[in-house]
C-alpha cells in the first residue's frame, strides 16, 4: 500500500501528513520512527489511515508555541477535522498516545475509539537521565537484534521531541477517568520505558479500556512483535464494539 504524502493546515501550522486506503477512517499520532510501518500498512488494506506528523516532530520545521499537551491534541483535533468529516478510530503510538489521550477527552464527538500503543505517560522511574538517542533506541527493544534492524533516531530529533515532550509536561494520567470512547491500551510486556504499573492503572481508571500485554516485547512492539501488534489493533479497529479480550488484561503469546 503506497501513502502519499501531503499538508493540511491547522492554528495556522501547515501540518503533514501520509494517506492511504478507504473505508472507515483511522487517524494516527505516530512518534518518530514509528510512522509508515507494516501496521500502516495493514492498516490501509480495511481503512482510509491518515497519519499526522504533530508540529515540532521528527522533520518538521514548525515552531511550536503550545504550552500543554491538551493544546497539541486541540491542533490534532482541527488538522483531523479539516480532513475527515466523520467520526474515526484515533491511535496514538508513544508520545503520540499521550496527546491521543488528551484528543479524545476534548474531542468526544470525533473520537469513536481510541487505541493506545506503548503510551509513555507513567514512565520507568528507572529510565536513565541524560539517555541520548542510541541509548534509547537499544532500550526500546527486548532484543538486541531488533534494535539492530531498524535505524535510531538522529540526536538533533531526539533532543528536539525529548525537550517538546518535557516542555509540555503530561497530565494524561489525571485525565485518563474522563475518556468514555471504547479504548484499547497495548503494552510490552518488557518495556523498560514505561512502568510495569501502567496496564493496571490504565485498566483501572478508563471507564472502557481494554488492555493487551504482548509478550516477549519491549517498547517498540512493532519491532519486535509485528503480527501481534498488527493482529491486535487491526482486530480491534474492525470490532472494537465486540472486542473478544474484554475488561481484563490479555496476554499474547508467541
Known sequence: MVFQGKEVEADGFKIRYWEAGQGRPVMTL???????????????????????????????????????????????????????????????????????????????????????????????KDTPAGANAEDVHKMMFAHGENADKHAALSQEIFAKESELARRLGSGVEARLGDIHCPTLAVFGQEDRLVSPEAARVYREKIPNCNIALVYDAGHCIIGDRPEALINTVTDYAERWETFIIGHQAGLINP
Open 30 to 124: 505516530d512518534a518518530t520512527g514509528w510512522r509508515g510501518t507494516k501496521l500502516h500498512d495493514a492498516l490501509a488494506e480495511k481503512f482510509h489511515v491518515l497519519s499526522l506528523e504533530l508540529p515540532g516532530t521528527g522533520d518538521s520545521r514548525t515552531n511550536v508555541e503550545s504550552k500543554s499537551l491538551g493544546e497539541l491534541a486541540a491542533t490534532s483535533a482541527k488538522a483531523a477535522a479539516a480532513l475527515t468529516t466523520e467520526r474515526y478510530t484515533l491511535i496514538g503510538m508513544s508520545f503520540g498516545a499521550d496527546v491521543a489521550i488528551w484528543q479524545a477527552v476534548q474531542n468526544p464527538d470525533q473520537v469513536e475509539a481510541l487505541i493506545l500503543v506503548s503510551p509513555t505517560a507513567i514512565q520507568a
